[in-house]
């Protein structure tokens, strides 16, 4: 993974350059001391994962992440713990609180590897058994895997997600756009703009709505025979 590091101060920097020299998987594309540097290293260098402290001049490094439209991964790198919530809400891969040991820093190594490894399947032609089997959410400050065979419906609400399993109800800052990329569409139909459901787990069609068993979910009158032919086959 390319990786750059956006700290402030010296020491602090000196550290992670010495733990990101020493992790086989890294390779160091850029240091920087402040998000303008960040953000023409992140344009020139594209890196796929970024170690960004929070607390800097002139703008935070929470506040750097909210402008940028397609950011690396990031793992937030600082000596304040408050700010997790507000990093995990941004879809941070994970939150490290100075000072940070060895083991712990590659642990979130080792979660920032598994997305990017997850995402460039989804990028080929031939995605692995892996990414057709489950993903990962941000649920409570961790990574969440949700299998897709276990999903009976998503319903979105604004940037929020709610995915419902038999058993379970998850919520996640995710849109629906953005989930849709990660179902496999052989599996998974739109039924309505708030809701996608488990073409497998639609036990019958009332009218303009869908018995999924727990629930009844409703679909698109605009779209109802095209969604009714795409759940039959017809």
């Known amino acids: 993974m390319r990786a750059i590091i956006v700290e402030d101060e010296p020491l602090a920097r000196q550290g992670l350059e010495s733990y990101v020299r020493e992790i086989e998987c890294l390779e160091l594309c850029g240091v920087c001391e402040n998000a303008l540097q960040a953000n023409e290293m992140i344009a020139s ?5 970024m170690f960004l402290d929070i607390q800097m001049p002139k703008i935070t490094g929470l506040d750097f992440l909210k402008t940028l439209s397609n950011p690396p991964l990031v793992i937030l790198t600082t000596a304040y713990p408050n700010y997790a919530l507000q990093g995990f809400e941004l879809n941070v891969v994970d939150y490290l609180v100075k000072p940070y040991p060895f083991d712990r820093f590659i642990k979130a190594v080792n979660k920032a590897k598994e997305i990017l490894e997850l995402k460039q399947n989804r990028n080929t032609s031939t995605a692995s058994t ?3 089997e489950h993903f990962y959410i941000k649920v409570d400050n961790a990574l969440k895997r949700i299998n897709f065979v276990d999903i009976y419906y998503i319903e979105g609400m604004e940037n929020y997600a709610s995915i419902f399993t038999a058993k379970d109800r998850f919520i ?7 989930l849709e990329e990660l179902l496999p569409r052989s599996e998974f139909l739109r039924v309505h703009k708030t809701y996608i459901v488990s073409k ?25 025979n095209e969604i009714i032919g795409e759940l039959t086959g017809g």
């Open 45 to 49: 260098q594209k890196p796929d994962l």
């Open 130 to 132: 892996i990414e057709k």
């Open 172 to 178: 996640t800052l995710m849109t629906m756009k953005s």
């Open 200 to 224: 497998s787990k639609v036990l019958g069609i009332m009218g303009n709505e869908l018995d999924m068993g727990f629930s009844k979910i409703p679909i698109s009158r605009s779209r109802r």
